[in-house]
């Protein structure tokens, strides 16, 4: 299982989504796009784009979820450092990795980074 674990603001567009898939890594190989349940229907027509499921998250399972990438104001909603990250890690399974730190789009509204199961 590969996933793209994305956060990003309401209103981020289909293309800031793929710009922040592409500048993680691309979609290539990823099987499974997570993000949380309230920003979930915001996923919805990249997951129709690429014809991919859907793991949707609780915010409670991102917590504690250490990341390589910190934003003061997510650790303080959230108690993660990246959605994106905690969210691909989360949705890939216990032992999980990232392939990387999340990426941002250009315009800067949304992130993503690609996490690997573990096997």
């Given at each position: 299982m590969i996933v793209a674990g994305f956060g990003f603001r309401s209103g981020?567009?289909?293309?800031?989504?793929q710009d922040a898939l592409a500048r993680a890594g691309g979609p290539e190989g990823v099987t499974h796009l997570a993000t949380l349940a309230p920003k979930a229907?915001?996923?919805a027509p990249l997951a129709g784009a690429l014809?991919?499921?859907?793991?949707v998250l609780e915010p409670g399972a991102l917590r504690g979820v250490r990341t390589h990438t910190r934003s003061d104001r997510v650790?303080?909603?959230?108690?993660t450092g990246s959605i994106a990250e905690a969210s691909?890690?989360?949705?890939?399974?216990?032992g999980a990795r990232l392939r990387g730190p999340r990426a941002v789009s250009a315009d800067g509204t949304?992130?993503?980074?690609?996490?690997?199961?573990a096997e």
């Open positions: 981020a567009t289909l293309a800031a989504l229907e915001g996923l014809h991919l499921p859907v793991v650790e303080a909603m959230f108690g691909a890690l989360v949705a890939a399974g216990p949304a992130t993503a980074a690609i996490a690997e199961a």
